[in-house]
C-alpha cells in the first residue's frame, strides 16, 4: 500500500527525516494524464543557519524564506542559470533546514533530477503534502545506506565539508 508523507513526516529534526527519506517515492504529475514516480537514492542535509554550507547561513532573505516554513515544502533554486535544485524543507517553522535530493534510480545529479522533473521557480514553496503535481510517497520499501560527505561545498571550509550529511541508498 502506497501512502501519501504527511506534515508529521516533515515537521521532525532533518536527522529523521533524512534516514527515513531515502527510498521514498517521488511523485511527479505532469498533467499530461502521466503520473511519474521516482526512488530516492541520493540527498544531502543542509543544517541551519550554523551551517556554512546551507543558504540560511546568510539569514533570511527573499531566496531562503520558504527554508524557515514548516516542514514539507519544496525549495527550489536555479544554479548555472538552467538546473533547479529540489529541496525539502524540514523541521519546524523559524529552523531553517532542507535536504536536497541529488539521486533518484537511473538519475544522478541534482541538476538531472530536476530537469526530469521539469522543475521550474513556481514549484518554491509548494506544499508536499497538498500539492497535485509534487509528493512523496511511503511505498513500504526497506534499504540501507551510507554516509559520506557533500560534494561541491569546499567555500564552507573543512568542518562543514567533511560531515557526514550525504546519504547514498546502497543497491
Known amino acids: 500500500m502506497k501512502e501519501k508523507l504527511g506534515k508529521e513526516f516533515f515537521n521532525r529534526d532533518i536527522k529523521i527525516v533524512a534516514e527515513e527519506l531515502i527510498g521514498k517515492l517521488l511523485v511527479r504529475n505532469q498533467?499530461?494524464?502521466?503520473?511519474?514516480?521516482?526512488?530516492?537514492?541520493?540527498?544531502e542535509m543542509y543544517i541551519g543557519e550554523e551551517d556554512l554550507a546551507c543558504h540560511a547561513s546568510k539569514g533570511r532573505t527573499a531566496r531562503t524564506e520558504v527554508m524557515y516554513a514548516?516542514?514539507?515544502m519544496v525549495y527550489v533554486y536555479l544554479i548555472y542559470g538552467m538546473y533547479w535544485l529540489l529541496n525539502i524543507v524540514t523541521g519546524c517553522k523559524g529552523k531553517p533546514?532542507?535536504?536536497?535530493?541529488?539521486g533518484v534510480v537511473n538519475i544522478d545529479g541534482p541538476g538531472r533530477v530536476g530537469r526530469k522533473l521539469k522543475l521550474d521557480k513556481s514549484f518554491y514553496g509548494e506544499d508536499l503534502t497538498s500539492s497535485q503535481r509534487i509528493w512523496l510517497e511511503d511505498d513500504g520499501f526497506e534499504c540501507?545506506?551510507?554516509r559520506h560527505p557533500r560534494i561541491n561545498i569546499d567555500y564552507a571550509g573543512d568542518i562543514w565539508k567533511n560531515k557526514l550529511y550525504r546519504f547514498v541508498m546502497i543497491e
Open 31 to 43: 498533467f499530461n494524464g502521466k503520473i511519474e514516480k521516482y526512488r530516492i537514492t541520493d540527498i
Open 144 to 146: 540501507t545506506f551510507a
Open 70 to 72: 514548516d516542514g514539507g
Open 97 to 102: 533546514q532542507a535536504i536536497l535530493i541529488r
